[in-house]
């Protein structure tokens, strides 16, 4: 597993855009124990057994990340924050402003907090 959150956060973008399968398998790598995912449309789950059932989507067929940074929060803990424009087949492209926190465990980094921002 990388030792970089933003390679982390760039992994679990490949992982959507190759299928359910492949997502529900990185995030139960990545996925700290206690999780709160926040998502456009007031969907948040806070169960990590739910957030990888919700790996279910079709597949994302293109994503570029904008402007992407990284900020210490302090030794264990980082955020990303980033824009994001991704694409699905037959849907209107994607975009949104993104934020994930990340805390360094034993075995590396791990992702607690993920929050999407239409724009």
Known sequence: MGD?????EEQGWQ??????????????????TEVE????????IDDRAAVLASMGGPPWESWSLEEPRVRQLGPGSAVVTYGVVAHRAGAEPYSA???????RRDDGWRLAVH???PR
């Open 4 to 8: 970089d959150p933003l390679a982390l």
């Open 15 to 32: 992982a959507l855009g190759t299928g359910p399968e492949a997502a529900a398998e990185f995030y139960a790598r990545v996925l700290d």
């Open 37 to 44: 995912m926040i998502f456009p449309g007031g969907a948040r």
């Open 97 to 103: 402003l993104v934020s994930s926190v990340y805390v």
């Open 115 to 117: 929050q999407q921002t």
